[in-house]
């Protein structure tokens, strides 16, 4: 039997498990009823303190958020974790070992795990990724953890949807430290050096540390703290956890949180903006006038950028009609 958009919308609230997943499993199916239940659900969201953990892969994220988690629950703090995988959500790809870790959470009722395939997504997140994020925030969690692919700087992504990005790295990965001087130092509102027990680990948080004391800014300015942990024991990680409390502190003591939120914002509504008009845009092609689009261009009668223009042309004055 289908649920009704207005029941699956209580039962988030009232905080039924099966509702969530069930709704989480209807937005990454596309389905349009769960568009009307998180129309509904948006004026309830806005709670959560979303952290994003990105990285290269194997630097141990999702044992650190394994970790965090249970941190934050051991401080009667409700989380929910999402894994946004390269692959599947359901082999797991190369990161199956740690969501087998993951499962040491799975008996408590106060922590929901959400593994999700990319999509191809810029950075491994999706519209469906944040509308999940929202699901989330709705169903009561105190925080969202978001753990990213790890797809080089292109996990940059990550700073539009979360409030705190924790950047992690290891020790030895000096591609890791070319990533963050190419970009990634920008984004990153705590710094992590993970597997901390490794040899080189002294190196690795002693170079962060240089090149966060080029990084701008002004008095007032939150300055990233560089944390060193070993996830695998829980070294460090409370450390970690009040680098990010004092960060979510900062943002609301100096009015950035509000700018935060518009920014997630506005970051959401381009990001269904770009899947609404590329599917309309899809359709199109397929139409008469589309199609003879396309074939302009094969033979180079036209250009691309011209040819989008066109399209463009094209669709607004069909939803003007």
Not at 51 to 79: E, F, I, M
Not at 270 to 296: H, Y
Request: hydrophobic share 40%; charged share 30%; proline share 3%.
């Amino acid at each position: 039997m289908r649920d009704a958009p207005k029941d699956l919308y209580e039962r988030v609230l009232k905080g039924d498990r099966r509702a969530a997943a069930r709704l989480i499993t209807m937005v990454e199916n596309g389905d349009r009823d769960a568009r009307e239940v998180l129309r509904m659900l948006h004026s309830r969201t806005g709670r959560a303190h979303i952290v994003g953990l990105t990285g290269s892969p194997g630097s141990g994220k999702s044992t650190l958020a394994c970790r965090l988690a249970q941190g934050y629950r051991a401080a009667g703090k409700t989380v929910g974790v999402i894994c946004v995988d390269p692959t599947s959500p359901f082999t797991g790809g190369a990161l199956l070992g740690d969501r087998v870790r993951m499962q040491e959470l799975a008996g408590d009722p106060e922590v929901f795990i959400r593994s999700m395939g990319s999509r191809g997504a810029l950075g491994g997140l999706s519209v469906a990724t944040n509308d999940v994020i929202n699901i989330l925030d709705a169903f009561g969690k105190d925080l969202v953890i978001v753990e990213t692919v790890g797809a080089g700087q292109v996990e940059i992504e990550i700073v539009k949807y979360a409030h705190t990005c924790c950047v992690v790295t290891m020790p030895g990965a000096g591609d890791e430290i070319q990533a963050i001087k190419a970009g990634i130092l920008e984004i990153g509102d705590v710094f992590v050096v993970n597997k901390a027990d490794r040899e080189g680990a002294q190196r690795t948080l002693a170079d962060l540390e240089m090149m966060l004391e080029t990084r701008p800014g002004g008095p007032g300015d939150w300055k990233p703290p560089v944390v060193a942990t070993v996830a695998l024991e829980g070294e460090g990680v409370d450390e970690l956890e009040r680098a990010i409390e004092r960060h979510s502190a900062h943002l609301l003591e100096s009015g950035m949180m509000a700018e935060k939120t518009e920014q997630r914002m506005k970051a959401e509504l381009l990001g269904i903006l770009d899947l609404m008009v590329s599917r309309e845009a899809g359709r199109a092609l397929e139409e008469g006038e589309g199609k003879e689009l396309v074939r302009r261009m094969a033979e180079r009668q036209i250009d691309p950028h011209s040819a989008a223009e066109e399209v463009v042309k094209y669709l607004l004055k069909r939803a003007g009609n």
